[in-house]
């Protein structure tokens, strides 16, 4: 500050000084710098690591030194360039030639118009794989062409011995040095030195993590400072004026940056009232420092000034933040087509912000409703992923009726099509939107076929997922949510049903039988499955078809491919039987010859004495396939003897018109002497596997009686039932237990030593555990302050107590649980940091003792950690060393119980997996034990090992902290880069790009 009264009693006294003006805003300058070091120069470490690293990723993707591909490639450029036109000499059919044209193309393009060099990349990049493909260089390529001259060399660098060494290292680091490229890139436009000060002051000062409005404005002190710059080293000419306006900017921005919050509110809160802002007012909310400002003055602004004028930093979403929002929302509430327009423009900005700044949007739109429409169709086209599209199912969910058009139906269809597969929608938000779309078919006459098209869309894409033809074909019927062979409603039968209820709406507006199935091709659908949805329709409009000659060309059409009919359902069975009855004396010829095309040729004796002896034979033939499955060879391949166009027939017979029956009396007659009389139509012809006791309403009366009288009364009923015979899985009572614990987890939870007590049994109390143990986490189980945690481990601690005095259970795979649970248990309670309250000696006597007893000499290079896990002796590890970290945290030093057995792993070096469990806690082991760490550095970070724990650690690292980054500092870089070159799976190589990637908040 004494700085700028220097600066201030310059200008009011400037016949003191020779240079007053320029002195004036030196100083300002030097005032600036003196405050921003209060920053701290992390900055100049952070470049230096950059720098580090640059120089190490050189070395990788030049792994043979001068023999590079740099110099070739810059000539090839070259003589591209110095071409007017392509040569015509040179031929174009060759992919060489192909690439070769593309990249002259891309060249001419690049020169005329842009300054990136990135357009032509993709370009040159299938020049060189062009080359990579070719054992010599064409004839034609010989001459003295510069072009020609070019190629060779090129061609020669790429064949190279040394070269194709590091070939493949070089193609995947390449993704690496693009992205690290951009991190540079964006790194530079986030800010100079002064914006990263700022921010490390503004975060010290307020706590609060500064976001992209602040960042903009902290942009003000490099102005200010570059200003003064430009005057003490340029010379440049100034004035009085000059001089004010930065001492009076300079001060302004100080303010931001110094002054309190107490100091600033009342300053806030008359801005907030503000409808019609000044420029300096406007200006004064863009220069904001303190994060909380935007968020106090957002909640209270209103009218459309302050939209209009405002910097788009400080209005549109971010990541992880949205300050503008509840403003935007007010905005969105008055005039949302308005809004709408504001934001069109604004989506690249919003995109380069990420997904989750799209989602953000999203939630915006759906207060704007149905204006948004165009909006969401262009958020969709930039962003993806699964939590953007709920975010648009819940806003075209929320859009009234008259609003929908065509484009809203064709975002709820992509957002459904999208729902399917690896990552799909919950059959709760897809049976919503195929709902709506139903809604709208009905409502909206003009928009019933753009949706009856959607939907054929959406059960196409839902088809197309592996294992939801075979379940769809087993449903009851398509107009019924019958729940046969499957315990949840898919995407397909939700969608077949949707279509069929669009039909229906058509139908009864008059639509002709070709109009409203138009959509319903083969090539869509498949083969049966488009067959089933017509004949269930067909069913649904018999005898109310107003074109009869056309409901019955499309039955017997449908009728002439039940061969191709995988499973005999009751809809279809339904439909033939109503076909059958229906038809007159004037169809009988065509029914006759649609059963015969439908059934295929009649069987002869050959033929049914080849399917008696599969038959007979099924033993044998079910020991040849457990022979294989047991000696992990492939399924073995057989043909049937019983096409299923005999059980089709088998399982119609009792619809089936007499004529058309007789020929194939045999095959009824062979089915049902080995297989019993069919089922009868209105039963499912494939149900799902009941489990002994399995008594839907003996478990709903269950769960009533417990809501009624609480978990303790629930406990003591359960336990005066008579144990049910069998396994684990042939357990009544346990089924019923875990149904009850998963229905109202927190309830059960509440009082953990009562239920344990009232369940009386070892079983009962090991399967209640487990199924607290696995609701933990989605029901929070556990509270901060830690009497269920403490509860559930002394309740498990007593099975292990019940386990040593052998009264445990005659169920061996019971008794593991037990252990496993347990150790589960304990790890989550010290993970939490809450003392079990347990004789912690005794406890962990045991731990070591388990752990030890499992540990053996095992080779398993993949999926380490989750064997070991798998495990209650894995588990054992686990926990022993998430207690170790918890008392090193407390304690300050490592157990020696912990730290002799890790050290003892470490030494053997032998076992993979408890390798593997000593790496995943690298990060806490090296943060609250760093002299156990630092003395096995060598051991636990020896990349060259194939069972080094780093190796594990590196494969489950999810996000970068900065305490993960300094594991990364110690890995050997040498080993690093042999280990990227040969064995690094592709998931540890990605982990590599992602450090790079989130080095912006954190020293590498």
């Not at 030097?30 to 690591?49: D, R, S, V």
Request: with cysteine; charged share 20%; hydrophobic share 45%.
């Amino acid at each position: 500050m004494g700085l700028l009264r220097d600066a201030h009693d310059m200008l009011c006294h400037p016949d003191r000084y020779h240079r007053p003006y320029v002195i004036a805003q030196a100083t300002c300058r030097t005032a600036i710098e003196c405050l921003m070091n209060l920053g701290g120069t992390k900055h100049k470490a952070l470049l230096a690591a950059r720098n580090d690293l640059k120089k190490a990723l050189k070395q990788i993707f030049q792994p043979d030194g001068a023999r590079t591909v740099t110099k070739p490639l810059d000539r090839l450029l070259a003589a591209l360039d110095a071409l007017s036109a392509y040569p015509d000499e040179l031929p174009t059919d060759s992919d060489l030639n192909k690439a070769l044209v593309s990249l002259h193309r891309s060249r001419t393009h690049y020169q005329a118009a842009l300054p990136d060099p990135a357009p032509h990349a993709e370009a040159l990049r299938r020049v060189v794989d062009a080359l990579d493909g070719l054992e010599q260089v064409p004839v034609h390529l010989t001459g003295q062409h510069p072009l020609s001259a070019a190629l060779r060399e090129l061609h020669a660098v790429r064949v190279a011995p040394g070269f194709r060494q590091h070939a493949v290292l070089d193609r995947q680091l390449a993704s690496v040095g693009a992205a690290y490229a951009h991190l540079l890139d964006m790194e530079n436009d986030q800010g100079s030195q002064r914006i990263q000060q700022a921010t490390a002051l503004v975060r010290e000062l307020t706590g609060r993590e500064p976001g992209a409005g602040e960042l903009k404005a902290f942009k003000a002190w490099s102005d200010y400072y570059q200003s003064g710059s430009k005057i003490i080293h340029a010379a440049t000419r100034t004035g009085a004026s000059d001089a004010v306006k930065l001492l009076h900017d300079v001060l302004m921005v100080i303010r931001e940056l110094v002054l309190t919050l107490p100091d600033q509110a009342a300053r806030w809160v008359a801005l907030g009232a503000v409808t019609s802002p000044t420029a300096e007012q406007v200006q004064e909310v863009n220069q904001l420092h303190h994060p909380s400002a935007t968020t106090y003055l957002f909640s209270r602004f209103t009218g459309w000034e302050w939209l209009e004028r405002l910097a788009s930093a400080r209005l549109l979403p971010e990541a992880d933040r949205w300050p503008a929002a509840p403003y935007l929302q007010h905005l969105a509430t008055e005039d949302p087509a308005r809004l709408t327009q504001w934001l069109l423009p604004h989506l690249d900005e919003i995109s380069e912000n990420g997904p989750r700044a799209a989602v953000r949007l999203m939630r915006l739109c759906r207060y704007l409703t149905g204006h948004a429409t165009p909006l969401v169709a262009r958020i969709v086209q930039r962003q993806g992923g699964h939590g953007l599209r709920i975010e648009v199912l819940f806003w075209a969910l929320d859009v009234d009726l008259q609003q929908r058009d065509a484009q809203w139906v064709d975002l709820v269809r992509q957002v459904l099509v999208a729902g399917a597969g690896a990552s799909p929608i919950d059959s709760w938000d897809i049976g919503s939107g195929l709902e709506q779309l139903q809604e709208t078919a009905r409502a909206t006459a003009p928009l019933a076929a753009t949706v009856g098209n959607a939907l054929i869309d959406v059960l196409s894409a839902h088809l197309a997922v592996d294992g939801t033809r075979g379940d769809l074909q087993i449903r009851d019927d398509l107009r019924s949510p019958g729940l046969s062979g499957s315990r949840a409603l898919t995407g397909a039968w939700l969608a077949a049903a949707a279509c069929l209820e669009v039909a229906r709406a058509q139908r009864d507006r008059g639509l002709d039988l070709a109009a409203r199935t138009r959509a319903w091709t083969p090539d869509a659908l498949g083969g049966w499955e488009r067959d089933r949805l017509m004949a269930v329709h067909l069913l649904d409009v018999a005898g109310d078809e107003p074109d009869e000659a056309q409901w019955w060309a499309a039955a017997f059409s449908v009728l002439a491919r039940l061969d191709a009919m995988p499973v005999p359902t009751p809809d279809v069975a339904a439909f033939v039987r109503t076909v059958v009855e229906r038809c007159g004396p004037e169809y009988q010829d065509d029914l006759a010859a649609a059963l015969r095309d439908g059934f295929g040729p009649v069987p002869d004796a050959a033929a049914l004495q080849a399917a008696r002896a599969e038959c007979d034979d099924r033993d044998t033939r079910l020991a040849r396939v457990l022979d294989a499955l047991e000696s992990g060879g492939d399924f073995p391949e057989w043909k049937s003897q019983v096409p299923s166009a005999w059980r089709t027939i088998w399982a119609l017979s009792e619809v089936l018109p007499a004529a058309a029956l007789t020929p194939w009396q045999p095959v009824v007659d062979l089915l049902t002497e080995y297989f019993g009389p069919p089922h009868t139509i209105s039963k499912p012809v494939i149900s799902g596997f009941a489990l002994p006791d399995d008594d839907a309403e003996a478990s709903a009366e269950f769960r009533t009686m417990c809501e009624q009288h609480g978990p303790i009364h629930r406990a003591a009923v359960l336990a005066s039932r008579p144990p049910t015979p069998g396994n684990y899985f042939e357990r009544t009572e346990f089924r019923l237990l875990e149904e009850a614990v998963y229905a109202d987890a927190d309830a059960w939870a509440t009082d953990i030593g009562a239920v344990v007590e009232a369940l009386g049994t070892f079983d009962l109390r090991t399967v209640f555990l487990g199924a607290i143990s696995t609701a933990r986490q989605a029901a929070g189980l556990i509270d901060p302050q830690g009497p269920r945690a403490a509860a559930a481990s002394a309740a498990a601690w007593q099975l292990i107590t019940q386990l040593r005095g052998g009264a445990g259970s005659s169920d061996p795979d019971l008794n593991e649980r037990a252990r496993r649970t347990t150790c589960q248990l304990l790890k989550d309670a010290w993970s939490l940091g809450i003392d079990p309250g347990l004789d912690e000696t005794e406890v962990v006597t045991w731990l070591v003792a388990s752990a030890r007893d499992w540990s053996q000499p095992i080779q398993k290079p993949e999926d380490a950690y989750v064997t070991a896990a798998a495990t209650s002796g894995g588990m054992a590890l686990v926990a022993l060393i998430q207690w170790a970290v918890y008392r090193a945290a407390s304690d300050g030093e490592l157990p020696t119980a912990a730290a002799d057995l890790m050290t003892e792993i470490l030494t053997e070096r032998a076992d993979d997996r408890a390798l593997a469990v000593v790496g995943a806690a690298l990060t806490p082991l090296r943060l609250y034990a760093e002299p156990w760490y630092i003395a096995h550095q060598d051991t636990l970070l020896d990349l060259a090992s194939s069972n080094a724990p780093v190796r594990s650690w590196l494969l489950y690292l999810q996000r970068l902290s900065a305490h993960d980054c300094a594991v990364i500092g110690g890995i050997d870089p040498a080993k690093t880069a042999h280990y990227l070159r040969t064995d690094a799976p592709q998931p540890i190589f990605n982990r590599f790009a992602m450090t790079l990637l989130h080095s912006r908040r954190h020293s590498i």
